[in-house]
Every structure is written in C-alpha cells, then in structure tokens.
C-alpha cells in the first residue's frame, strides 16, 4: 500500500460507551486480514498527560515502552493488537497548547497572530499523520474523546475535517459510536439521540461513515433502516453492538455485523483475505471453559473505581485463560485493614497481590496484607509500591528494625529501606520526572522469578520515583529476602523473593503493561499456577 489510510472514531450522546474497545476491535479485524494497523487517542483535557491525574479521575495512567504516561485505552489497543504503542500514540489538549506556544516563543510563526484555526488544527493534524508518516503502518484508526458538541473536543473535530477534505477520496473515514436506549416505559428501543447526535456532527461540517449503535437489546431491521435513512447512511453501515459478557467479545461481535467489511470498502481496500483468528477464538474458548477456579485479593486504595487496576484486571484474565483457570479477583481496599480484623478480610483467598499507589495513605494496611501472605504461606505478589511495602515488612519484622520505612511516606524515618534515587532529590516538578518506561533487568538463574520467565535477560516497564535501598541489601539476603532481579548498569534492585516461601515476588517494575492476549505475562502466568498449586496441595491435604 503506497498511501496511509485514516479512520476515525467519535463518540455522541453519552460518554464511556467503549470507544476504546470499538476502536481496538476494528483494529484487530483488519490486523488478523494482514493489514499494518495501529490506534491512537487524542484526549481533550489540558493536563498534559495523565501522569498526574488521580486515577479516581480518570483510571489507570498507563506507561509505553519510551516512557509515555498515557490513556488506559493504549492499553486495550495494545492488548487487542499485541503490537507496542508510543508518545504518538497518546496526544492531549494540553501537549497541542505546548508545543503550539513554545513554537511562538521560538518565533516560527513569524510574527503572526495564533489561533486555534489554523495554528491549533494544524497541530493536530501534524500529531495524526505522525503514525501514517512513519511507513510502518497502512491504516491508522484514530480515537477522538469526549463526546461529539463538548467544547474541548471542537478544534479535534475540525482538524478532522480539513484532513478528511486533504486526503481525498477513500483515504479517510469517520466512525460514529452513538446509544439507542431502552426506555421501559415506552417498551422500545429510541432512535432519537442517535440523530441528534449525528445531526451535532455534520453541523461541524462531517458526515458519519458508520454507525456502531450501543444497545443493551438487540436492533431489529426496522430500526437499522430508520437510522440508515434519517442519519443518511447505508444500511449495511449501521452496525450493532450490544452489551458483550467479556471486550474480548467484542471483535467478533463486530466481524458477525460486517464492521471490517464496510470499512474495507469505504477506504477501496481490498477483503479478499479473510481474518485469522484462530489464536484470539482459542483464547476466548479456555477463558469461557476453566477448569479451576481461584480467588486472588487485589489489595489497593483506588479499589472502588475498577478502571483504577485496568491492566492488572485483564492480565489475570490473560493468565486465567493460559491455565485454564477462572481467576476471581476480590478487591481490598487497604484503608480499611487493620491488625484485628486482617484474618477476616483476607479469609478464603488463594493468593494476594499487593497493588502499585503513590502516597501514603492506606500503606499500613498493605504492609499487614503482605505480613498475613508471608507468614500464611499464601502465594503472593507484589507490583511497585507493593514490592516496597514487602521490603518494609520484611525489614520491620523479620530484620526487627521497628521503624524501617520508605522516604516517600517518612522523610526523616531512620531505617530508610527504600528511598529517593539520586538524581530525584531535586525535582520539584511531578510529572513525567520518574524512572519511567522500559528498563533492563537481569535475573539471578535459580529463582522463582526466572523460572516463571524462563531465562535472565528481560525489558519491563517502570512508573514510580523510590527504590529499593542497596545499603540494606546484604542484610536482607542474609535473611532470607533475596535480590533475584538487578539492572545491570545501575545496580538497582528490580525483584525480590524469598526462596523458602511457596511463591513470593515483588518486582519495582509494572508487568501488567505488557500481558496481551497473544503473549499472557509470564509473572502472572507463574503466579496464577503457583496460586492453583498451593490451592490444590491444600485441598489434598485436608481430605488426607
């Protein structure tokens, strides 16, 4: 293919209908066909990530290889595509403004008057076509957020439209995610904001390609010809998509209704080859037939909101599915943990993962959960913040040193375990001034880690600012915590485990990030098994 082909996708009437997973599943269609194809997501907010958002406010911050703080839905592009996302991948509101006014400090627009037409739009235009221009891929689908009439997302919708006049013909494409609700009373389906809402798009001068109509019953013929009809669209263009029991549903869903097909055809590409999902229809099958079935607690302080552990809820999936094990994940709220009421709390779990967090706040309450899992010989996890907190435990009541603490929770705390690097001592600016991104790691031959990895040398993620404080490091050998993961050119520690448990890991670093679909996380896929293990030789046990 010898030019880049775009398609885009907007949203109307309500947000959180799932255009991520649309976007995701269209991108999978055409990627099992052999098409190159990549997502990204242009967000409205000014923040200039979402580094320093709360993830109350907006999910999961999810982390690329180049050390990119972005949207949770890069991380459901990546899983559905098993192909690695980047900065260009992720553009906000606020990293337009950014590069727009440093460009005018620069004096590149010589002397002109900015605005947001055309400096703003040709800004976004410039970041879309970053991907396309790169040669690696033949379609770009591009997720525009917010929904349709928000005044954040006026100058995106601009900027789509001017491009989809520049590309010509069959070389771009909108897609529409709308809702036709249900209204109980009435005892039908409503067309209605459907309308309205294309009708709020084509007054920014675009007209829907496809409509993909969330519903929670199904659309009958009639009211797909209706839609066609008034939102001026063909019929075979108005695709359904209701509510699924699983997202990995959700591109065959969209192969069944044709959503690839008429793409194909609205950008002349050809559909000769049909997809191969042979691997994603395997995937689905053992996760919908386990065999088993564990409980695992996820212990954190952002539990209430599920988008908050996104990527560490689907990892369990992918290693459920790897070893044929339902995977129930029971949400602890840290906070609410307390040394007389931990056995309750933690009763009937099969494993504990302790959860990646920043601040203090519900720390105490991890630290308990990781005592409970290390003297209880129940499989355990850590990630980040829970590596920490299993260094701090450790520290205070196997080593005895009482007031062992991290300086991100004690600044002045006398037995620092794990503190500042260097180089962040400094740093008043929060965001994207951590160890962030892909970094190396090499790991110690013999140890639970390398062998749920199955060899020494391997990439991972980091997002988090503290370490694991080298100075402690012999005397916590000595006693038994090991170091079994290093970066080989800093020297920091990257996994500790303690070798006489049945499975104990805490890793510095975010595994979740990089479990997808075709590659299942191998520390997930370990714990899982390990989790199962235990599970069964104590069922054994008790009936001997």
């Keep these: 293919m010898s030019q880049t ?137 591009t997720e525009i957020g917010g929904t349709v009439g928000d005044i954040e997302s006026l100058p995106y919708i601009e900027a789509v439209r001017q491009l989809l006049w520049e590309l010509g013909d069959n070389n771009g494409m909108v897609i529409h995610l709308t809702l036709v609700p249900f209204l109980s009373a009435a005892g039908e389906l409503k067309t ?58 959700v591109p065959i869903m969209m192969q069944e209704e044709g959503l690839d097909k008429v793409a194909l055809e609205k950008l002349a590409l050809s559909q000769e080859t049909e997809p191969n999902l042979e691997q994603w229809e395997q995937f689905l099958k053992k996760h919908k037939n386990p065999k088993n079935k564990v409980t695992i607690g996820l212990i954190g302080k952002y539990v209430e909101l599920q988008d908050s552990y996104k990527s560490i809820l689907e990892s369990f999936i992918h290693a459920g599915a790897a070893n044929e094990v339902k995977v129930e994940v029971r949400s602890i709220h840290s906070e609410h943990i307390t040394a007389s009421d931990i056995d309750e709390k933690l009763a009937g779990l099969d494993g504990i993962l302790v959860a990646p967090g ?59 375990v794990i503190s500042l690097m260097e180089e962040q001592k400094l740093v008043t600016d929060m965001g994207g001034t951590m160890r962030l991104g892909a970094w190396d790691c090499k790991l110690t031959e013999d140890s639970l880690v390398y062998e749920a990895y199955g060899k020494t040398d391997i990439e991972e993620r980091h997002r988090h600012r503290f370490e694991y404080n080298n100075e402690y490091k012999s005397q916590m050998e000595e006693a038994g915590l090991l170091a079994t993961g290093l970066n080989p050119k800093t020297g920091l520690v990257e996994v500790i485990e303690i070798p006489s448990h049945p499975w104990f890991i805490g890793v510095q670093y975010h595994p979740e990030y990089k479990s997808t679909v075709a590659n299942p996380h191998p520390l997930f ?20």
């Design 5 to 141: 082909k775009y398609i885009f996708v907007t949203g109307g009437v309500t947000s959180s209908l799932g255009k991520g997973i649309i976007a995701a599943s269209l991108a999978k269609l055409l990627q099992a066909r052999g098409y190159r194809t990549t997502i990204q997501k242009l967000d409205p907010y000014i923040n200039v990530d979402p580094g320093t958002l709360n993830p109350y406010e907006h999910g999961e911050c999810y982390v690329t290889d180049d050390g990119a703080e972005t949207d949770l839905d890069l991380g459901h592009y990546e899983r559905f595509l098993n192909v690695r996302t980047s900065q260009a991948n992720n553009v906000t509101t606020g990293r337009i403004y950014q590069s727009v006014i440093e460009k005018e400090r620069r004096g590149e627009f010589l002397g002109k008057t900015v605005q947001v037409v055309p400096h703003i739009t040709n800004e976004i235009k410039e970041r879309i076509q970053i991907l396309g221009n790169s040669g690696d891929y033949d379609i770009v689908i």
């Design 192 to 249: 209605k904001p459907t309308q309205h809402s294309v009708k709020t798009l084509m007054e920014s001068g675009i007209k829907a390609d496809i409509l993909v109509c969330r519903t929670e019953h199904e659309i009958s013929d009639d009211i797909k010809k209706k839609l066609a009809l008034f939102c001026n669209v063909k019929k075979e263009a108005v695709i359904q998509s209701i509510d699924a029991s699983t997202i990995y549903d």
């Design 358 to 416: 920043f601040g203090e706040r519900g720390i105490e309450g991890k630290i308990l959960a990781v005592r409970y899992a290390r003297e209880n010989n129940v499989p355990f996890l850590g990630i980040c913040l829970g590596m920490q907190m299993a260094v701090i435990e450790f520290a205070r009541n196997v080593l005895g040193l009482k007031n062992a603490n991290s300086t991100e929770m004690d600044e002045n705390t006398p037995e620092p």
């Design 525 to 544: 896929v370990g714990f899982v098994k390990a989790v199962l293990a235990q599970k069964e030789q104590q069922t054994s046990a008790s009936l001997a």
